[in-house]
């Protein structure tokens, strides 16, 4: 153990008789440390458990890559442009999708919904895991009419339950006051994501009975679902169809399809961190005024050090330590206090949020270790530069001046 390191370790650990102001001083500079790092690592945990949280529920049921037409109007020939996505690198599944608006009854409630109509045997996205009431299943029940899955939320505007009626208006695309397609579906399954516009509107049916309802020919489609093998390759994969797309046939991945959620989360994620920083250079300063007072108490033993040969780089370097104890001292408790709250809130939730803003229910949480690692070294020399100065003061003290000081 060196001479520097057992004197600041001896310094930090005890005070003068009657220096309890010191004390007091030395527990706010450490309480500043640790509520800035716990601050700093809760408040990553969070904007990067909301990230996660919401581009999987949006991954999970949008599609990767949509290829449809600009117009609108439906594929023609998509069976042949199914089969030639379906055999490009990166590709996992492609599927072809029947769209369009219409309204959604059961008893005399009425509202306006995306109807979407899927291969029966499954959808492409993650919908089953999404399931809270019933099944996914679109063939057709016992009722003798085809299943139908859609949202809590629509669901709840218009009081169905699995089981119930559900009547499908469509209006034909040529107008001019003809009557609407109606079909009538039992409803098997309602599911609930958290996000208003997945919950609030799409309506899922299988493929066929989409295709008659909107009276779409054989072989054709409004579009085609795309997911690829691995979510780092979706920009990648686009870009390669988008090459071979020819007009008027045009892609478009799932970040421009959400663009509005994702450019919100990226918001959260970039000003978040740099309001909490603050809270780490005020930290920084209070130890600044800390390390001074410690300077300030130990006035006689710096002189004493330095009659006894302690050179002015030793006496330096000692109370530079002792301002990086403090800020270590800070940084392992707000490490602590940030474990303990990723432990509550995971396993109670104690930060509960509105569905209808947050898309959640709690707050998630995803600690990173990188985090860790940049909040502790940022810490730390934050620390260090903030005891540099009051540490320098230290070492160009006199020593008879500082002798006769403490008399």
Same mark, same amino acid.
């Given at each position: 153990?060196?001479?520097?390191?057992?004197?600041?370790?001896?310094?930090?650990?005890?005070?003068?008789?009657?220096?309890?102001?010191?004390?007091?001083?030395?527990?706010?500079?450490?309480?500043?440390?640790?509520?800035?790092?716990?601050?700093?690592?809760?408040?990553?945990?969070?904007?990067?458990?909301?990230?996660?949280?919401?581009?999987?529920?949006?991954?999970?049921?949008?599609?990767?890559?949509?290829?449809?037409?600009?117009?609108?109007?439906?594929?023609?020939?998509?069976?042949?442009?199914?089969?030639?996505?379906?055999?490009?690198?990166?590709?996992?599944?492609?599927?072809?999708?029947?769209?369009?608006?219409?309204?959604?009854?059961?008893?005399?409630?009425?509202?306006?919904?995306?109807?979407?109509?899927?291969?029966?045997?499954?959808?492409?996205?993650?919908?089953?895991?999404?399931?809270?009431?019933?099944?996914?299943?679109?063939?057709?029940?016992?009722?003798?009419?085809? +299943?139908?899955? &859609?949202?809590?939320? *629509?669901? %709840?505007?218009?009081?169905?339950?699995?089981?119930? !009626? #559900?009547?499908?208006?469509?209006?034909?695309?040529?107008?001019?006051?003809?009557?609407?397609?109606?079909?009538?579906?039992?409803?098997?399954?309602?599911?609930?994501?958290?996000?208003?516009?997945?919950?609030?509107?799409?309506?899922?049916?299988?493929?066929?009975?989409?295709?008659?309802?909107?009276?779409?020919?054989?072989?054709?489609?409004?579009?085609?679902?795309?997911?690829?093998?691995?979510?780092?390759?979706?920009?990648?994969?686009?870009?390669?169809?988008?090459?071979?797309?020819?007009?008027?046939?045009?892609?478009?991945?799932?970040?421009?399809?959400?663009?509005?959620?994702?450019?919100?989360?990226?918001?959260?994620?970039?000003?978040?961190?740099?309001?909490?920083?603050?809270?780490?250079?005020?930290?920084?300063?209070?130890?600044? +005024?800390?390390? &001074?007072?410690?300077? *300030?108490? %130990?006035?006689?033993?710096?002189?004493?050090?330095? !009659? #006894?040969?302690?050179?002015?780089?030793?006496?330096?370097?000692?109370?530079?330590?002792?301002?990086?104890?403090?800020?270590?001292?800070?940084?392992?408790?707000?490490?602590?206090?940030?474990?303990?709250?990723?432990?509550?809130?995971?396993?109670?939730?104690?930060?509960?949020?509105?569905?209808?803003?947050?898309?959640?229910?709690?707050?998630?949480?995803?600690?990173?270790?990188?985090?860790?690692?940049?909040?502790?070294?940022?810490?730390?020399?934050?620390?260090?530069?903030?005891?540099?100065?009051?540490?320098?003061?230290?070492?160009?003290?006199?020593?008879?001046?500082?002798?006769?000081?403490?008399?």
């Amino acid at each position: 153990m060196s001479f520097e390191w057992f004197v600041a370790r001896r310094y930090f650990e005890s005070s003068r008789k009657g220096a309890s102001f010191l004390s007091f001083i030395k527990i706010m500079a450490v309480s500043g440390v640790a509520v800035g790092a716990a601050g700093l690592l809760i408040a990553l945990a969070v904007v990067h458990g909301f990230k996660n949280t919401i581009q999987e529920k949006i991954l999970g049921f949008g599609n990767h890559i949509t290829v449809s037409t600009f117009s609108g109007n439906p594929i023609v020939q998509a069976d042949t442009l199914l089969q030639f996505i379906s055999e490009q690198p990166g590709v996992d599944a492609a599927q072809l999708a029947i769209t369009g608006q219409g309204m959604v009854q059961a008893g005399p409630f009425v509202e306006g919904s995306l109807i979407k109509g899927v291969d029966e045997a499954g959808d492409l996205s993650d919908l089953r895991s999404y399931i809270t009431e019933g099944t996914f299943d679109l063939r057709i029940q016992e009722s003798g009419r085809p +299943g139908l899955i &859609l949202g809590q939320r *629509l669901a %709840r505007s218009i009081e169905a339950k699995p089981g119930s !009626t #559900i009547t499908l208006y469509t209006l034909r695309s040529g107008g001019g006051g003809e009557l609407p397609d109606i079909m009538q579906f039992t409803l098997t399954g309602i599911y609930n994501t958290g996000i208003d516009i997945f919950d609030d509107t799409f309506v899922m049916i299988g493929f066929d009975h989409a295709a008659r309802l909107l009276s779409i020919p054989p072989g054709m489609a409004h579009q085609i679902d795309v997911r690829v093998s691995e979510l780092g390759l979706i920009r990648q994969v686009h870009a390669q169809l988008q090459d071979q797309m020819r007009f008027p046939i045009y892609s478009e991945n799932i970040f421009q399809t959400y663009s509005s959620l994702f450019a919100w989360i990226d918001l959260q994620e970039q000003t978040i961190p740099f309001v909490i920083s603050v809270m780490i250079i005020v930290a920084a300063f209070n130890l600044i +005024g800390a390390v &001074l007072m410690m300077v *300030l108490e %130990r006035t006689r033993d710096i002189g004493i050090l330095k !009659t #006894i040969g302690a050179s002015d780089r030793s006496i330096k370097f000692i109370f530079l330590l002792e301002g990086l104890l403090v800020g270590a001292a800070g940084l392992i408790i707000g490490i602590g206090i940030s474990l303990i709250f990723y432990w509550l809130q995971t396993s109670w939730g104690i930060i509960p949020l509105s569905e209808e803003n947050y898309f959640m229910t709690t707050a998630p949480v995803d600690p990173k270790l990188l985090d860790f690692f940049l909040v502790g070294s940022i810490t730390m020399l934050l620390c260090a530069l903030a005891s540099w100065i009051p540490a320098r003061t230290a070492a160009k003290t006199d020593p008879l001046r500082v002798i006769q000081f403490g008399r």
